[in-house]
């Protein structure tokens, strides 16, 4: 019983993250940039290279001619792109566009390129049409392309549209949160006012009243009564001077919104900022599988996985040792990938594949072509890379930024709601009548000192007298803990 709800459980968690995968891939790869010559432009070369090893394989003997059937077929595929751009894909500006018709672009464009590529060579060149090779792996690569050029310029898109439309958002709060600081400052300056007006005064009467009953009664059974409410009184005062004091600190006041850039391009630097592991994982493969599938078959594909899967593993370990270093240290770091990089495939190609893994590949690469086509894809993975990590830690920034935001302001409301409504209007008025009460019955005993027949009900009256000061020390106590910092 237990292990098929164990199955079951995993394959549905599975499922959900497929789920949400596809549903993140669909968004972010069928908005604006579903299509863009902007970002496909970067993918030029390294197609142009790839079906030029086609073309020599299929016909050596003649580089000019193999260029001009690549070219002629990259030049078709961007008319399809650009017709595309204008026709079915017009609105992907306004709103997301459907899967079905971004996948008919990206195939739709390798298809219109395999097809240029055959009515060019046998038209133009006489040569056979070779309808495999010209058309079903240029259809999938240059769709693949496609389909992660959108995925990847759309998601670092998504990331500066969120971005900014927190920025807008928070310059919005800004303006609320400094009307709330000016309202909190009135309100402690009136707080303040209502001290010095209505407590200072009571607290001074109190206290007289208090000495001039302690020299009268210095010898009677009230001494230590007196001494008690004389003892609170300056306490009680000692206490108000210094919530006076804390009402009279404006807390200080952070502007934030600068620390988080505004929008800048997507093409804002050629320099790579990052050691790029997973995108260039996709590329590097991506790249092997294009060149080796047509050019040496599985054993071509199983020698370019060694030489990938060698690669990555020392770019996860530079990206580990990058992530401690700031500043110079890791510029030197990020740069010395690059040779390193180079190093790996020459040997690989040069060493490893042939010699130490024994990959008799029919038509193997030369160390330096293709250590030139590895470094090319692992610096476009850097740049694509870099920027996904550039906008993905500004928007992180926003977001906290935007919490700030919005806890300054609900504390800095709480705080002016109090001010104005409890302090001014309720807590003085219950302290002053406290204190008034007090006063009032010192001020009874005082003018009966005489009678002493109603020793009882003075002794009643400076009990009264000393609860009501220990209340009014206990309003005075609350209004510290309410009160909330920044």
Not at 54 to 67: F, I, K, T
Not at 420 to 434: N, P
Request: aromatic share 8%; net charge positive; proline share 3%.
């Amino acid at each position: 019983m237990f292990w098929p709800c164990v199955c079951g459980s995993k394959e549905k968690l599975l499922s959900d993250k497929l789920k949400q995968g596809a549903n993140k891939f669909k968004v972010a790869a069928t908005g604006r940039w579903a299509i863009s010559a902007r970002t496909y432009v970067l993918a030029v070369p390294i197609l142009i290279l790839i079906n030029m090893e086609r073309e020599n394989l299929l016909n050596p003997g003649d580089v000019s001619r193999s260029l001009a059937i690549c070219i002629t077929g990259e030049l078709v595929s961007w008319l399809f792109l650009y017709i595309a751009h204008i026709t079915l894909l017009k609105d992907r500006r306004k709103r997301q566009q459907s899967i079905s018709k971004c996948l008919l672009v990206w195939f739709g464009a390798g298809v219109i390129k395999g097809v240029a590529f055959i009515l060019y060579a046998t038209l133009v060149f006489g040569l056979k049409p070779d309808y495999p090779e010209r058309i079903v792996l240029p259809t999938i690569f240059t769709g693949m392309i496609g389909a992660l050029l959108a995925f990847y310029f759309g998601s670092i898109d998504r990331r500066q549209i969120e971005n900014n439309a927190l920025k807008t958002i928070d310059k919005f709060l800004d303006v609320q949160l400094q009307e709330l600081y000016t309202a909190e400052q009135k309100a402690r300056v009136e707080a303040v006012k209502s001290i010095q007006v209505s407590l200072a005064p009571e607290i001074s009467n109190l206290r007289n009243t208090a000495q001039e009953l302690n020299i009268d009664y210095s010898k009677s059974e009230y001494r230590d009564a007196l001494h008690e409410i004389l003892r609170q009184s300056r306490t009680l005062e000692v206490r108000i001077e210094e919530e006076s004091k804390k009402l009279s600190v404006m807390p200080l006041r952070q502007n934030n919104l600068n620390l988080v850039d505004g929008k800048r391009s997507i093409f804002f630097g050629v320099v790579p900022q990052v050691i790029s592991v997973r995108t260039s994982a996709v590329v590097l493969t991506l790249g092997m599988l294009s060149g080796q599938i047509p050019r040496n078959g599985p054993i071509g594909v199983a020698s370019g996985l060694v030489g990938t899967a060698l690669i990555i593993t020392i770019l996860a370990i530079l990206r580990k040792i990058s992530k401690r270093l700031l500043g110079t240290k890791l510029l030197i770091i990020i740069a010395a990938s690059y040779p390193i990089v180079i190093l790996l495939q020459v040997i690989h190609t040069a060493y490893l594949s042939p010699v130490f893994f024994d990959f008799d590949l029919p038509n193997p690469y030369s160390p330096w072509y293709a250590a030139l086509k590895t470094i090319y894809g692992y610096y476009l993975a850097s740049i694509v890379a870099g920027l996904i990590i550039t906008n993905s830690e500004k928007l992180t920034a926003s977001r906290n930024l935007h919490e700030r935001l919005k806890n300054q302001m609900a504390i800095t409301n709480s705080n002016q709601q109090l001010l104005s409504e409890h302090i001014l209007r309720t807590r003085f008025g219950t302290i002053t009548g406290k204190i008034a009460g007090v006063s009032m019955a010192l001020q009874l005993i005082l003018n009966n000192s005489s009678n002493t027949a109603d020793e009882g009900a003075s002794n009643k009256i400076l009990t009264g007298a000393i609860q009501l000061i220990a209340e009014a020390s206990e309003e005075i106590g609350l209004l510290e803990v309410k009160l909330q910092d920044e």
